[in-house]
């Protein structure tokens, strides 16, 4: 089966770190475009962090900037969110998303109205003292 799949979610304390997982089963993620996004109930989805796949160019919301930054091992067909100095603010569910089409604007792949190929089934991130 052809999908996204979503690990590490969890309850932190502000100032806290978490890593985020977002694996692909069914193929691989080496030529794939990839977007972090988050939603809190009763918002609109936010893309925090968006990374082409042709040039590693990086678009981060001002809201993360400094604090959230994304990894991929192609071997683990797997990329990653690290989210430092986490704060109650952060507190939403997070997803992950993969497109494979050419990219033009790294900061439109974080626009909502971006249409990506695959979406992961979201994880809840709460920070909390």
């Known amino acids: 089966q052809v999908q996204l799949v979503q690990s590490g979610g969890g309850l932190v304390q502000p100032g806290g770190s978490l890593k985020l997982s977002c694996a692909a089963s069914g193929f691989t993620l080496d030529y794939y475009s990839i977007g972090w996004f988050r939603q809190v109930p009763g918002k609109g989805r936010e893309g925090v962090l968006c990374?082409?796949?042709?040039?590693?160019?990086?678009y981060y919301a001002d809201s993360v900037k400094g604090r959230f930054t994304t990894s991929r091992d192609n071997a683990k067909r797997t990329v990653y969110l690290q989210m430092n100095s986490l704060k109650p603010e952060d507190t939403a569910v997070y997803y992950c998303?993969?497109?494979?089409?050419?990219?033009?604007?790294?900061?439109?792949?974080?626009?909502?109205?971006?249409?990506?190929?695959?979406w992961g089934q979201g994880t809840q991130v709460t920070v909390s003292s």
């Open positions: 998303a993969a497109d494979l089409a050419v990219v033009t604007s790294v900061q439109a792949m974080c626009s909502t109205r971006y249409e990506y190929d695959y």
């Open positions: 990374v082409s796949a042709s040039d590693g160019s990086t």
